[in-house]
Structure formats: structure tokens, C-alpha cells
């Protein structure tokens, strides 16, 4: 083939062939189609071949991708997610218990506080309640005549400073032969009276007496009933005066101080 022959040809190529590749011998810009090379004339890769190679390096790459597939992290797997939830519910759990426990020991502590106030509260109640009930019964258990005889023996053995000191007479007939009445009033079916006795306003007495009575302030009066246990006195200067309780079924008045 002569120069100007290879010439010819090459252009032809060129011009008919607008895809270009390289030479895999001298390296220079050729059609992609062409079998031979128009400069050396070394033979070329055909473009199924080309393809066939192309398809295999990409099934290579493939392969290869698969291969070095990345890890999930950490927080995508599910069973992760299970034991934290589990942790999560095993906290809370013990949190609930240790609250119940507290409540509890507090409920507890709450209701023995309760139950002994209550029995501090009966047994104060039942207490009081012995001590006017036995008052009463001595009271209703003997008649008239049977009070004046027992009060007035011991109105003769104890003497009045011995009945503010303590209530070891307490439920005992006591009798006041004349006594005069310093205060009088009504309440709740019941009328109490202020009397002292041998002119001597120190020596007070409260009397309660069932019912109404016709004893007034001055008056004079007769009592037999039984003493009970002391109480505290409000004076008209605002002090305190401790003074004996005799319950009695009446107060019978016996004159009145005109001066």
C-alpha cells in the first residue's frame, strides 16, 4: 500500500467513525471500531470483546461491592433495641417497688401513730368515763338518808385542805350541813353551784346537782352527795382556784344571808 493509499484510508475512517478510542500499541486517537490500527497497524481489541471484558470487570466490581458490604451500625439492630427496653422496664420496676416500700413503711408508721392515739385517746375517755360513772353509781345507790349519814362522818374526818391535795376520796359520801352559794347556774339539765362553807370563801365547793333547784346567790343550803374529782375554778380576777366536785341529787336551802 502506498503512502498516499494509507492516506486515503485513514481519512475514510476517521470521517466514518466519530467514536474515538486509543491505540493499544502507539497510543494515538483512533475510531473505536476499527480492527487494525491506520498509524502502526497493530491489531485491535474487537468491541465485543471489549464489551465481553467491560461486562466481566463489572460482575468483578460487583462481586467485589458485595463483598465488602459495609456493617449495620450498631443502632439498626433490633435485638439492641430488646435488651434496652428490658433494662429500661427492669428500672423502672425496682423504682416502683422501692416506692411501694416506702409508702408502705410510712403507712405503716402513719397507722401506729394513729391506733396509739386512739388507745391514749380511749383510754383518757374510759377513764373519765369510770371516773364520773363510779361517782354516780355510789350516788344512786344509796339513798337520801344513807348520803347524809356516810358524808356527814366524813365532812367530820377530812378536813377541807385534805380534799385539794389529791383525789384519794374520790366516789365518797360527802355532806355539807350549811353552806352558802357564792355563783348559780343552769346547763344541760344539770345546776351548779358555788358554796363555801364556815364563812370562809377559801374553802369553795362545786356542786353539781341533777335538775333544777331553787338555790340562788346567798342562799343557804344542805347538800349530801358524793365527792368527785377535783376541778380548776375560774375566779372573777382571772385566776385559778383548784377545788372538790360533789355530785348530788339536790341542794336543799336552809335560810338565806340578807346582809
Avoid at 416506702?102 to 396509739?116: M, Q, R
Amino acid at each position: 500500500m502506498t503512502l498516499k493509499a494509507v492516506h486515503i484510508f485513514r481519512r475514510n475512517y476517521l470521517m466514518d467513525n466519530d467514536t474515538k478510542t486509543h491505540c493499544t500499541n502507539c497510543g494515538k486517537e483512533i475510531p473505536s471500531k476499527v480492527d487494525f490500527c491506520p498509524f502502526c497497524g497493530a491489531k485491535q481489541a474487537s468491541s465485543t470483546d471489549s464489551e465481553v471484558e467491560n461486562n466481566e470487570n463489572a460482575t468483578e466490581m460487583k462481586k467485589g461491592d458485595s463483598q465488602k458490604k459495609p456493617r449495620k451500625k450498631w443502632y439498626k439492630r433490633w435485638w439492641i433495641w430488646v435488651i434496652a427496653i428490658i433494662l429500661v422496664l427492669a428500672a423502672i420496676g425496682a423504682a416502683s417497688s422501692s416506692d411501694d416500700s416506702d409508702s408502705s413503711s410510712s403507712s405503716d408508721e402513719s397507722s401506729a401513730t394513729s391506733t396509739a392515739k386512739k388507745n391514749s385517746s380511749s383510754s383518757s375517755s374510759s377513764s373519765t368515763s369510770t371516773s364520773v360513772r363510779k361517782s354516780v353509781q355510789v350516788l344512786d345507790s344509796n339513798s337520801e338518808d344513807q348520803l347524809a349519814e356516810k358524808g356527814e362522818t366524813n365532812a367530820n374526818q377530812i378536813r377541807y385542805g385534805e380534799l385539794i391535795k389529791s383525789n384519794d376520796y374520790y366516789g365518797k359520801p360527802y355532806s355539807i350541813s350549811k353552806g352558802e352559794v357564792l355563783q348559780a347556774s343552769e346547763s344541760k339539765g344539770v345546776t351548779t353551784l358555788l358554796v363555801y362553807i364556815d364563812d370562809d370563801t377559801d374553802q369553795l365547793f362545786e356542786v353539781a346537782v341533777r335538775g333544777k333547784t331553787k338555790a340562788i346567790e346567798d342562799d343557804y343550803v344542805s347538800i349530801n352527795g358524793v365527792l368527785d374529782k377535783m376541778t380548776d375554778y375560774d375566779t372573777q380576777s382571772g385566776g385559778s382556784n383548784t377545788v372538790p366536785v360533789i355530785f348530788a341529787k339536790k341542794a336543799t336551802v336552809v335560810g338565806h344571808d340578807d346582809n
